[in-house]
């Protein structure tokens, strides 16, 4: 088993014509990732890598029955692309494009809510279940399959963790970029608790950064979980009132700062880890073995 | 992006909120006209990107047209929390009989709008919510929702607001509501809205924060002069340079170049490298996908600040490419040439076309790679951090 995309997911592209919708179709199709068609309003008959082109999400389904998708699309055009994914049906939209406007976002989640379907990102590098789906932009190399889940707000910590955990045998379930933007399509506790019910995955590793609210909100559902939870903290010697980096990373009053993200998350009875490579000393710690290769 | 006070006015007197009319002006000869103009007093307020402006020293009352040029001149030649003092906002006194606070801003927990109003205004709002939560009043709407008019008139009533002024209240709550909605804001506050002598309500202050990544839908704002803008105090030298390519950028005070790939590894790196006991020189976030040519001018930063000992570089190819980092650093290798030396890793997507391309420029050149050492997947990213650490150790 897997955490939201899987062998079984049918998988649309939303923006499958513009070059990097085609790009990246082509990169998650040559992983075995099932894409059964894309949308392009205007370019509905149009193959992309053989996948059928429609102009809307509603045909898309009826003709593919695509249930995941995929958007590569300009920020501006997001929340017309995932608000009509999410009235066509689609139980999950990956939302890549960075600078979502915030009201926008809100507006999706608020749909997305109603319609119970999942929205993840903006700015997120995608979801991969090793060997079994690629959705969206993450480096295949870094990936093995394995036991242990992972979450993170930034592409590069994924995969610095993925290379980690691949490299030190553990391998990943799935791994979940939750985004960069200020506001996100679903918070750390929505897709912990994924994990939780998962029943190949053993351990999560949950990486956030200094600034938002995300991480100390995951506090009541990481007390709830049996599983074990790692996390990691970007930003403990960021200097105060400097911004670095991502657009969520700016401290907000009292929450959103590294401290207090690790001192609320380890309340909760997470474990920190201060580098990657403590990450199997502490799976080692809590009884979880490497899987067999 | 926050916007000056004197520009958050003009939009909350689009929506009709009484505000107090002041004078911008940019030199002490300036502010004296202005508070002889109005009668020979005024309050002289800095116009900088900054909360908490009034502790800092940058609002001060004037009694006479004299004082006011003299006042001015001290602070334009001030900097207020780190921002030079370009503009002064010359206001009229107020006669004051109360003071509250009114504001709207986004709960990204709940992922709702948030209404605030207290019966107390002038204070920072955070710290006194904490001490005093009965006196500060939330109301939330979704993202969607409009605000009626009796709506507005219940949280003034929640207020406890005066009834005889209650409907003049609910027209600035509804106004800055929908200041708030109509531009994409973040805040919208007004802090302190000030009741007069005279029964006035006028909001003295005003302080907008608009959604940067939702500027394109408003292209009456550029019209208005509101551009998005640089939202730190001064910058170094480096930090202006890194700014006009376009480049995240911090200047920091340690003696290790960071070089590192996207913005999360970033900051995760800059920790690494004080966890094993050295200390950045910067931040520095290449963005998604940067060309060779941005890379290289990365490298030029680093290498010409002499602060930097030794350089930390690290590519985990995602969307952007090892090839195209390759390329970057080769470019900067022959055209700038290398002062410092250097340790780096690059692995991920196109890793092995960045090899090669390593690999033949070094045997055309082994001179310029004579201070890089080059590993790849094999070697964790700790062991880089902790090389970084140890060159520049050894440089000192």
Redesign the interface.
Known sequence: MAILVDKESRILVQGMTGTAGQFHTRRMLAYGTSIVAGTSPGKGGEVVEDIPVFDTVDFAIEETGADTSVIFLP??FVKEAAIEAIYAGIKLVVVIP???????M??I??VAREYRSTVIGGNT?GIISPGQANLG???E??FKRGKVGTV??????T??VA??LT?TGYGETTCVGMG?D??LGSTFDDILWEFEKDDETEAIVM?G??G???EE?AKDTIQRMKKPVIF?I??????PG??????G?IVE?SMGTAKSKVKVLESAGAHHA????DIPKILKEQGIEPAES | MRLFEYEAKQLFKKFNIPVSEGVLCTTPAEVRNAVTDLGGSGMLKVQVLSGGRGKAGGIKKAESPEDAGQIAEELFDSTIKGYPVERILVDPLLEVRREYYLGVT?D??R?KVVVIGSPTGGVDI?EFAKKNPRKVFRQAF???ELMYSFQAFDIGLQMKFRKDKLKLLSSIILGLYNTF?KY?C?LAEINPLIETETGDLVAADARISI????L??HPELAEMGIEKRH??GEMTPREQQARDDSI?Y?D?EGNIGMFP????????G???V??YGGEPAN?M?SG?GPSPERLAKMLVLLDDNPQVKAIFGAR????SRCDDFAKGVIMFLKDHGLSKPMVMRM???Q?EEGVRMFESARKENPDLFKKVEFHG?ET???EIAKRAVQLAKEAK
């Open positions: 920020a501006r960075e600078h979502i406007p915030i009201f926008d809100m507006e989640r608020k590098p932009i993450m480096p190399l870094a993170s707000r930034s592409g590069s910590i995969y610095y290379d980690t490299r960069g200020p506001v990486c950064e200094i938002g609210v995300y909100l990691m970007g930003g403990l010697y960021a200097p400097k911004r670095m980096g991502h657009a990373a009053g201060k580098t990657f490579l | 986004i990204r927990a992922y955070e979704d993202i969607d909605k994409d973040k959604d940067d990544d939702a394109f839908r939202e730190e995240p911090l920091l790939g996207g913005a999360g590894f970033g900051i995760m800059n920790d690494f004080n966890y931040f976030d998604g985990f190819g995602g969307i692995t991920g997507n890793w997947i964790p990213i700790e």
